[in-house]
């Protein structure tokens, strides 16, 4: 018998907090269902195919090259540069960047960054003279703000030579 009357005032409880359903047949907006969604990282470097930096002689045995990209990013980040020479003309090859701070472009702006190359010590006379030598590759490497170890460099050098 105390079962039925503890049932029986929860009862009364739940139907007293419900909300009332009007005279006439109505819809009645009866409860909010959130929707949730895991918003993934985003950044991209706009026109990656479109991208080549040719290199000019600044002096004898000098060339330097830049190029100007822009990066979309949903969060702040660093962007780096590697290069790795294809051994077609034999130098020591660096590059680096104007400023490797990548801000968060949530707005649509894009973040615009130089990259150049600088190839020293060319030895032009081991390669067969033609235009547009493809004589290196730099990779782009965006790394989350909130990893970076600040003080490492964004400069790399690679050598390749006899």
């Not at 950044?43 to 004898?60: T, Y």
């Not at 235009?131 to 170890?149: E, G, K, R, Y």
Request: with cysteine; charged share 20%; aromatic share 4%.
């Amino acid at each position: 018998m105390a079962r039925r009357m503890l049932t029986g005032v929860v009862l009364t409880l739940v139907v007293a907090s419900c909300p009332c359903w009007p005279a006439l047949p109505e819809p009645i907006d009866e409860c909010m269902i959130p929707v949730l969604m895991d918003v993934p990282m985003y950044a991209e470097i706009l026109d990656p195919d479109q991208l080549v930096i040719k290199l000019e002689p600044v002096a004898a045995t000098t060339y330097e090259g830049c190029i100007d990209i822009e990066i979309l990013s949903n969060f702040d980040a660093e962007l780096r540069c590697g290069i790795t020479p294809t051994g077609r003309v034999h130098g020591q090859y660096s590059c680096w960047l104007d400023d490797p701070s990548v801000p968060a472009t949530l707005c649509g702006a894009v973040a615009r960054r130089r990259v150049c190359v600088r190839a020293d010590k060319v030895n032009i006379v081991r390669a067969i003279p033609q235009a547009n030598v493809h004589i290196a590759d730099v990779t782009l490497t965006i790394v989350p703000d909130h990893i970076v170890v600040h003080g490492s460099t964004v400069h790399t050098s690679n050598q390749v030579g006899f």
